[in-house]
């Protein structure tokens, strides 16, 4: 993909807020070599694919994307500590990069193409910085604090949300039922399917992504870890989405998601939240 942070002649800038622009360029220059990797193991007949302790598959390409963007980060900001999913935590520190190096790993190994890259940067606990790459869709998305969310679709162009403001009028996609199920909130999960226009499962980053662009309007999903939300929440709230956990919560560090093009959170929050 070509470099959005290029052309800065547009009022609307893709390179976000000056005060992240260096970390946005990083970002999307880790993202371009994370798609380099994962594309060309995509379908691979010697794809490697283990259980981790948890159950949950993990594949050779998973580890070596999270291997490549950890060491462009120890590279570029020795700094700063790291969190990925498949080698763990550093530590919490005052900028913590969070990276889920593929997204959607169930479907990268059965060649469905619904997955991506997601690399966040976190100052003191807020997500600032998300980029979410999806190379086989031919997609990016990215945003910084203060500085909007993009995609390579609209160009220069800034995303925004839906302006749908009554339930009845809403596209809602809850990702998967086992997951509100053990929860235990698929009573609620219903009562809210029974108040929306449409009822969709697109699934992993996907379901976020497209309420930033507005076309969903509330996104939800239960059984969630830092790495598989940080990187979509400034891309939301940026587009002027909001996003919270299930239960209200800011930020990507209890376990579920809401998110919403803002004017149904509320609201949505009244049906789903414990």
């Known amino acids: 993909m070509t470099d959005p942070t290029r052309d800065s002649s547009s009022a609307a800038d893709p390179r976000g807020s000056a005060e992240w ?13 994370a798609d380099a990797i994962s594309t060309e193991r995509y379908r691979s007949a010697d794809l490697h694919v283990s259980l981790k302790p948890d159950r949950t598959p993990v594949t050779d390409a998973d580890q070596a994307v999270e291997r490549a963007i950890r060491a462009g980060i120890e590279a570029e900001r020795p700094g700063d500590t790291f ?9 919490a520190s005052h900028r913590q990069w969070i990276v889920d190096p593929i997204d959607g790993t169930a479907n990268f190994l059965r060649g469905v193409p619904v997955w991506a890259t997601l690399i966040s940067l976190v100052v003191d606990g807020v997500p600032v910085l ?47 039922l086992e997951y509100w199920r053990d929860a235990g909130r698929l009573d609620q999960l219903l009562d809210l399917t ?6 969709r499962a697109y699934g992993e980053f996907w379901s976020y992504m497209l309420v930033a662009e507005g076309s969903v309007d509330v996104a939800g999903e239960f059984g969630l870890e830092p790495y598989d939300m940080a990187a979509v929440i400034p891309i939301v709230e940026e587009a002027g989405g909001r996003f919270s956990s299930a239960d209200g919560k800011p930020g990507p560090w209890h376990g579920s998601a809401l998110a919403t093009n803002g004017l149904l959170h509320d609201g949505v929050l009244g049906v789903v939240a414990g």
């Open 21 to 33: 622009a260096d970390d946005l360029r990083l970002a999307l220059q880790l993202a371009d070599a």
């Open 194 to 199: 029974g108040r929306v226009w449409r009822t």
């Open 83 to 91: 969190f990925g999913e498949e080698y763990g935590d550093d530590g």
């Open 130 to 176: 998300g980029v979410v790459s999806a190379p086989i869709l031919g997609r990016r998305w990215w945003a910084t604090r203060g500085g909007g969310a993009f995609s390579s679709e609209h160009g220069t162009a800034p995303l925004r949300v839906s302006g749908v403001s009554d339930l009845a009028d809403a596209s809602l996609s809850y990702n998967g």
